[in-house]
């Protein structure tokens, strides 16, 4: 088992580029989020899939947007980025059980934008 | 919305001292406390968690408590290890929501 995987690892852009990242996770999970972490700041929700066809804003939205392509998949858009949204990007994923459950993170994708 | 904090955001021990972080989050409700360590360049990896009907778990040298009254919990590691350097983050959840409410971390220096 990979567990989570996001693609690209590393990205830089120029301010107002588009592009989307990837994350796809082989324990099929129904629930899948995306996170940015920044220094001091720990990880901020900024959009979650509680199941497939479900998505859910977190608490940092503004800015991106989500698919849930498939129970596997979730990916996330930057339509037009700004430098504000320089950040390491982590993707994770759960079970659905008795109560929460712990979340399984991908390797993250750390992306520049000049 | 839930709020946590943690304290403190740095913290240097000596190799084999204990070392104790800790959090206090604001909805009464929450009932699942995950605690992920992270080292440098890595990804968050789950290294206990507990559950609010239950006030202490461990795990080996690591153990968590939880006071609800008070709304804080604690990691607690004892016998540190050059290897424990990492950050440290907490988080807290609410019943019938999947999304973590994640602390502000706290970088562990264990010094050998």
């Known amino acids: 088992n990979a567990g989570v995987t996001q693609t690209p690892k590393f990205q830089v852009l120029k301010t107002g580029q588009s592009m989307t990242l990837q994350c796809a996770q082989d324990?099929?999970?129904?629930?899948m989020y995306w996170y940015r972490q920044d220094p001091g700041m720990g990880l901020r929700l900024i959009y979650y899939?509680?199941?497939?066809?479900?998505?859910d804003k977190g608490e940092v939205p503004n800015g991106y947007n989500v698919s849930r392509l498939n129970k596997r998949e979730f990916s996330l858009r930057l339509e037009s980025a700004a430098p504000s949204q320089t950040s390491v990007y982590f993707c994770?994923?759960?079970?659905?059980?008795?109560?929460?459950?712990?979340?399984?993170f991908g390797d993250g994708t750390r992306l520049s934008i000049l | 919305g839930e709020n946590v904090e943690q304290h403190p955001s740095t913290l240097s021990v000596q190799e084999g001292d204990s070392a104790v972080i800790k959090c206090t989050y604001s909805?009464?409700?929450?009932?699942?406390f995950p605690w992920y360590k992270q080292e440098l360049g890595k990804r968050p990896q789950l290294i206990i968690d507990?559950?609010?009907?239950?006030g202490e778990k461990k795990d080996q040298r690591i153990a968590v408590t939880l006071n609800k009254t008070a709304k804080h919990f604690s990691l607690h590691i004892t016998e540190t290890q050059p290897e424990d350097s990492a950050v440290y983050f907490c988080?807290?959840?609410?019943?019938?929501?999947?999304?973590?409410?994640f602390g502000t971390g706290t970088r562990l220096l264990v010094s050998p």
């Open positions: 994770a994923s759960s079970e659905v059980g008795q109560g929460n459950q712990p979340q399984h």
């Open positions: 324990m099929n999970h129904n629930s």
């Open positions: 899939s509680a199941s497939e066809g479900t998505t």
């Open positions: 909805d009464s409700a929450s009932n699942y």
């Open positions: 507990i559950r609010s009907n239950v």
């Open positions: 988080a807290a959840s609410h019943p019938g929501f999947q999304k973590l409410v």
